[in-house]
Every structure is written in structure tokens, then in C-alpha cells.
């Protein structure tokens, strides 16, 4: 959630290295700079400009709210809130007053962003703690009989609407532009959330019979999108959070695209093993 508190609805994955380590080939004497460039984009499937975001923690927190005091009056607001949830978390109780507890700390941050509709970090925890209450299948029709989609379409409607915003605030106009640590860590955090959204709908997609655009809550949101679409969709979240720094979404970035991995793993050992003969 907030850079204040962890109330993850994603699990916590093993951790694990990602990185492949720059390889010599890359930087071979035949090899101009800017071929080893394009080889290390190509062969790293984790490889991207955007790889290169400078965090400069020299920058004011919030690229819209630049009185300190006032940031400082929001963030504790947001610990607030989210400490409501997590007493609840680490307690035996649950169903209603869980529901009452996540109502309560969405309506602190609705309030937060009705006063403050800049604020990005508020509409990142806002979306999380609608998905600690609806999960991450919120935006597929849930299969008759088992619970009620009444409302469905608006919830996942207003989710994705707070991560597209949160990200949107959060996101510099440059790609080449520094970025403080707050806004990296919004960035990290909102990719991710909508990457498992995406995710969780693209493996409900891919064991439903149903054509997507009865299966989905929102059809009108993803015209002619499949399985496959928000797959790739998820990716390329999961990859843009665990590039602003989140080890989740790194993980997941790899998890998610397991045959470029293995693609980029071979060519390499193929290369090495080339330039290694001709030596």
C-alpha cells in the first residue's frame, strides 16, 4: 500500500534473483556499442529503456503538493487508515468487521482524494483495499450460482479507474526524467496491482468456456482482448512495477514470461560458447 505500511492482497512470493548479469559477449572487442545495446535488449527479457529510471531523492515527494506540511498531514491520514485494516488482519476476527473495517479506510481515502485529487499515493491504496475486499477475479463474471455480480462492473470499474490514475499522477512527463523515491514507490506498487489484476483474469479466461466478452465485468474496457492479450497485458505491468522496485513484480515479470527467459538463456550460452571457440 502506502510507502507507510504493507497490506498486500498479493502473496509474497520466494525470493529469487531475476537479473541475468551483464555478459562479457555483450561488451566483446567486434562489437560496436550500439550492437551491444540492441544483444542485451534482445537476449534479457527483462532488458528496457526503462531499465534506466533515475531516482533522485533530491526531488520534492509529490510533484503537485509541495507544502511539506500538508504532505505530512496526508500521509499520516493514509497510516490511519490502513492501520485499521491491519489490526484487523493480525486479529482471529473477521467476516463483518472486516467488511466495516475496509469500508471505513476506503472512505478516508475517497476523502483524501476528493480534497486532494493529485495525490497519487491515495488512489494506489484505495484500489488495494478494494481488492482486499473483492479480489483479484473482480474483473471476470463470477460463474452462476456462487455469489452475486450485481455491482461487479462498477467495482471493477473503480479499481482499475484509481490504478490508471495513480499511475497517470505518478508517471513523469519524460521517460528520461528523474523521479523521487515516493513516486517511484507509487509507480512500483500501482504496476503491480494492476499486473495481478490482469493476470488473475487472463487465468480465468484461459479455463472459461465462455467467449471473453461474456466472461468479462467490463467487455467494454477490453474490446476483442483474450487470454493471451491480458497476459501479455500483466507482463508488461508486472515488469514496469519490479523496474520501480518491486521484488513481486519482478518475480512476476519472469514468472509471466517464462519461454523469453529460457529463449534468451540459450542464445547466450550459444554466443559464449561461439566466442569461446574463435578465441
Given at each position: 500500500?502506502?510507502?507507510?505500511?504493507?497490506?498486500?492482497?498479493?502473496?509474497?512470493?520466494?525470493?529469487?534473483?531475476?537479473?541475468?548479469?551483464?555478459?562479457?559477449?555483450?561488451?566483446?572487442?567486434?562489437?560496436?556499442?550500439?550492437?551491444?545495446?540492441?544483444?542485451?535488449?534482445?537476449?534479457?527479457?527483462?532488458?528496457?529503456?526503462?531499465?534506466?529510471?533515475?531516482?533522485?531523492?533530491?526531488?520534492?515527494?509529490?510533484?503537485?503538493?509541495?507544502?511539506?506540511?500538508?504532505?505530512?498531514?496526508?500521509?499520516?491520514?493514509?497510516?490511519?487508515?490502513?492501520?485499521?485494516?491491519?489490526?484487523?488482519?493480525?486479529?482471529?476476527?473477521?467476516?463483518?468487521?472486516?467488511?466495516?473495517?475496509?469500508?471505513?479506510?476506503?472512505?478516508?481515502?475517497?476523502?483524501?482524494?476528493?480534497?486532494?485529487?493529485?495525490?497519487?499515493?491515495?488512489?494506489?491504496?484505495?484500489?488495494?483495499?478494494?481488492?482486499?475486499?473483492?479480489?483479484?477475479?473482480?474483473?471476470?463474471?463470477?460463474?452462476?450460482?456462487?455469489?452475486?455480480?450485481?455491482?461487479?462492473?462498477?467495482i471493477a470499474?473503480?479499481?482499475?479507474?484509481?490504478?490508471?490514475?495513480?499511475?497517470?499522477?505518478?508517471?513523469?512527463?519524460?521517460?528520461?526524467?528523474?523521479?523521487?523515491?515516493?513516486?517511484?514507490?507509487?509507480?512500483?506498487?500501482?504496476?503491480?496491482q494492476r499486473?495481478?489484476?490482469?493476470?488473475?483474469?487472463?487465468?480465468?479466461?484461459?479455463?472459461?468456456?465462455?467467449?471473453?466478452?461474456?466472461?468479462?465485468?467490463?467487455?467494454?474496457?477490453?474490446?476483442?482482448?483474450?487470454?493471451?492479450?491480458?497476459?501479455?497485458?500483466?507482463?508488461?505491468?508486472?515488469?514496469?512495477?519490479?523496474?520501480?522496485?518491486?521484488?513481486?513484480?519482478?518475480?512476476?515479470?519472469?514468472?509471466?514470461?517464462?519461454y523469453a527467459?529460457?529463449?534468451?538463456?540459450?542464445?547466450?550460452?550459444?554466443?559464449?560458447?561461439?566466442?569461446?571457440?574463435?578465441?
Amino acid at each position: 500500500m502506502a510507502q507507510h505500511a504493507a497490506c498486500s492482497g498479493i502473496s509474497e512470493l520466494p525470493a529469487k534473483e531475476t537479473c541475468i548479469e551483464t555478459s562479457p559477449i555483450y561488451r566483446h572487442k567486434k562489437l560496436t556499442e550500439n550492437d551491444s545495446t540492441v544483444l542485451e535488449q534482445i537476449f534479457d527479457p527483462e532488458s528496457a529503456p526503462v531499465a534506466g529510471i533515475q531516482i533522485d531523492a533530491s526531488l520534492p515527494e509529490n510533484r503537485f503538493i509541495h507544502d511539506s506540511a500538508e504532505l505530512q498531514r496526508l500521509r499520516s491520514q493514509e497510516v490511519r487508515a490502513i492501520q485499521m485494516i491491519e489490526g484487523l488482519a493480525s486479529s482471529s476476527r473477521g467476516g463483518q468487521p472486516r467488511e466495516n473495517a475496509i469500508d471505513a479506510a476506503t472512505s478516508v481515502m475517497s476523502k483524501l482524494i476528493a480534497a486532494h485529487p493529485t495525490y497519487a499515493s491515495a488512489y494506489n491504496n484505495r484500489a488495494q483495499m478494494r481488492r482486499l475486499q473483492h479480489g483479484d477475479h473482480v474483473l471476470v463474471n463470477p460463474p452462476t450460482g456462487t455469489r452475486k455480480s450485481e455491482g461487479l462492473r462498477d467495482i471493477a470499474e473503480a479499481i482499475l479507474h484509481d490504478l490508471n490514475t495513480a499511475i497517470n499522477l505518478a508517471t513523469p512527463p519524460s521517460p528520461t526524467e528523474s523521479i523521487s523515491k515516493s513516486q517511484a514507490l507509487i509507480l512500483a506498487q500501482a504496476h503491480t496491482q494492476r499486473g495481478a489484476l490482469l493476470h488473475a483474469t487472463a487465468k480465468a479466461l484461459a479455463h472459461s468456456h465462455l467467449d471473453p466478452s461474456e466472461a468479462l465485468a467490463t467487455p467494454h474496457l477490453f474490446p476483442g482482448w483474450g487470454a493471451e492479450r491480458f497476459e501479455e497485458a500483466s507482463s508488461r505491468d508486472f515488469f514496469l512495477g519490479g523496474r520501480y522496485g518491486n521484488g513481486i513484480g519482478r518475480a512476476m515479470a519472469v514468472h509471466t514470461n517464462p519461454y523469453a527467459k529460457l529463449c534468451g538463456s540459450i542464445v547466450q550460452e550459444a554466443i559464449k560458447k561461439e566466442f569461446r571457440d574463435q578465441a
